[in-house]
């Protein structure tokens, strides 16, 4: 198991930036592929982003390419999701995953999940 714990949440301007946090622990944390999926009230929730287990491969849902960036240290056990160019849209709770599947977009091929961090972008 990976347990996993999202940080660095909080309120910010549209336009603004945040920089999400992805604790886990363990010893195996660089075996995984690691994601950010999030979910506003009342919707379901969507990928954000997803890193392979080397860091080598990539990927962003349409809505934020361009604007987020996911990144990962394992020497910490860490992963990252840089957010900049805000927008009211991005407001949701944040969920950090783990998987040992490949690189996935569908948050049922995830098997930790930490217990999400709010995001609000509001003036």
């Known amino acids: 198991q990976v347990p996993v714990v999202e940080s660095g949440g909080g309120l910010v301007q549209p336009g603004g930036s945040l920089r999400l946090s992805c604790l886990a622990s363990?010893?195996?944390?660089?075996?995984?592929?690691m994601g950010w999926f999030r979910q506003a009230p009342g919707k379901e929730r969507e990928f954000v982003a997803a890193i392979s287990w080397s860091g080598g491969s990539r990927y962003y849902a349409d809505s934020v390419k361009g604007r987020f960036t996911i990144s990962r240290d394992s020497a910490k056990n860490t992963m990252y999701l840089l957010m900049n160019i805000l927008k009211p849209e991005d407001t949701a709770v944040y969920y950090c995953?783990?998987?040992?599947?490949?690189?996935?977009?569908?948050?049922?091929?995830?098997?930790?999940w930490g217990q999400g961090t709010q995001v609000t972008v509001s003036s």
């Open positions: 995953a783990a998987t040992l599947k490949p690189t996935s977009s569908s948050y049922r091929d995830y098997d930790y």
């Open positions: 363990g010893r195996t944390f660089s075996l995984y592929a």
